[in-house]
């Protein structure tokens, strides 16, 4: 089946500190990939996404993430973590027609 | 502004008393979708709309409905709810799905008890 994991349900890093927040998905042919953040009580905001073209995209907010093919994973990276980047990170997959899969989502705590 | 709005943001019921949670955007979108959100399972699809008229099951479409009678609104309904479908719910819009990804409402905080 197709679907999306987030290994890692929550995690703590220093603000300032770098961030990898991982991403593996199961899907036959060439995926359309997302990540969202939701902050408490919101709803989710689009951070970036991957159709095709260059493996390294950059999105809002400093995020950046790499898709690779060979193992299946993209890879949410941000290089200095602020404390306001607090919040609920998800990865999701365009399963074809109007289905798009989440997966179970990271806890991000940032430590003074 | 462009977005996506669900009304009432929270709704506590009772079960079995039927309830209709309405989805409204402006973006002009083909696409429409209903998740609903519980701790430790992330977000799961119930129902989606790639066009008027034409709607589709999800992963959890059991207990809802949904109806796409105009573009721009897509109500859920519960016909008789249960207090297994307490949850946060969001709509969600797009202009025609992959690569342009969903954008989402504000989300509906739902209690059945």
């Known amino acids: 089946a197709q679907s999306v994991t987030q290994p890692d349900i929550h995690i703590t890093v220093s603000e300032g500190a770098s961030l990898e927040l991982r991403c593996n998905y199961s899907?036959?042919?060439?995926?359309?990939l997302f990540w969202y953040v939701q902050s408490p009580g919101q709803g989710l905001q689009l951070l970036l996404k991957?159709?095709?073209?260059?493996?390294l995209v950059q999105g809002i907010k400093g995020f950046e993430a790499e898709f690779k093919r060979s193992q299946s994973s993209f890879n949410l990276r941000k290089p200095s973590v602020h404390w306001s980047d607090a919040a609920e990170y998800f990865c999701?997959?365009?399963?074809?027609?109007?289905?798009?899969?989440f997966g179970q989502g990271t806890e991000l705590s940032v430590k003074p | 502004e462009a977005q996506v709005t669900q009304n009432p943001r929270y709704l506590i019921t009772v079960t079995g008393k039927k309830l209709t949670v309405t989805c409204s955007q402006n973006?002009?979108?083909?696409?429409m979708s209903w998740y609903r959100q519980d701790p430790g399972l992330g977000l799961r699809q119930i129902y989606y709309?790639?066009?008027?008229?034409?709607?589709d099951k999800g992963d959890v479409p059991e207990g809802y409905k949904v109806s796409r009678k105009e573009k721009r609104n897509f109500p859920l309904i519960l016909e008789s709810p249960s207090p297994n479908q307490t949850s946060l719910y969001f709509c969600?819009?797009?202009?025609?799905?992959?690569?342009?990804?969903?954008?989402f409402g504000s989300g509906t905080r739902l209690t059945v008890v």
């Open positions: 973006m002009n979108h083909e696409y």
């Open positions: 999701a997959v365009f399963r074809g027609g109007g289905k798009l899969i």
């Open positions: 709309s790639m066009n008027v008229e034409v709607t």
């Open positions: 899907y036959g042919a060439t995926p359309y």
């Open positions: 991957y159709f095709s073209g260059d493996t």
């Open positions: 969600a819009s797009s202009y025609r799905g992959d690569q342009y990804g969903y954008t």
